[in-house]
């Protein structure tokens, strides 16, 4: 399936080089999710297992901001209309989002400037590789508009990256996560300026992709699936996944390349 020349609607899409770069329009509103892009994002990341022109994932900021979270107007209204099913379809829909960012086999790769809060904190946390700039300001503000801290698998995701007791600080209060705290922390792999910003995680990016794909999918595979086994389990799991990458040619381009003492091209197979 090739998706170099996909036209989504509802959110901006660019391919490169083997790299798709997506961000969120309105940037006069600070890019906020509706119920159609949040569906589109959903439909497109699932889509992404089946893309093979597609080895990595920037999901980008616009006009100096990564994104608001839900747009009071085209949701946060409409929910107060809503019957408890229509409501656990949304709220369904929104996790969909995020497992199809992680089931996805290609890395993605966040890049936050400015306001990133609720949704749009979401998205960055289920990145595999966040970059930063020192004007983001990440919020999990669900507690704000009187909602439990716990969205889209918040205090599932949250805590194993930047500790317990600072997610729980921050789901519980909804205040908004400084980009030094973000980076001291380990939200942030790093923090650039903003003009730079887009710029190195597309290199980034552009660097995964042309490294070994399929190591890459197994990789972000086994950092999934390993949360949930014991260390036995997952010493088993990764012999296994090594095992399969052992049989893939870029296995043994990396081979003949050292021993001519070049640097390997790898294919992805």
Known sequence: MKMKDFKPEYFNWGVENSVA??????PDRKNPMTFDSYAELRDTFRQLAYADDIS???????GGNFCSGGDVHDIIGPLLDKDMKGLLA???MTGDLVKAMRA????????VDGVCAGAGAMIALFSDIRIGTPQAKTA????????????MGACAMLPRVIGQGRAAELLFTGRTMTAEEGKSWGFFNRLVAP???EAEAVTLARQLAEGPTFAHMMTKTMLAQEWS?????AIEAEAQAQAICMQTRDFRRANDAFVAKGRPKFAGD
């Open 140 to 151: 999990f503000l669900f507690t704000r508009v009187g909602l439990a801290g716990c969205d």
């Open 56 to 62: 990595a994932v920037v999901f980008a900021s616009n």
């Open 195 to 197: 003009e730079q910003l």
């Open 229 to 233: 086994m014991s260390i036995d389990q």
């Open 104 to 111: 996805c086999p290609q890395p993605v790769i966040s890049a």
């Open 21 to 26: 770069v997506i961000s969120l329009t309105r």
């Open 90 to 92: 949304f709220t369904r």
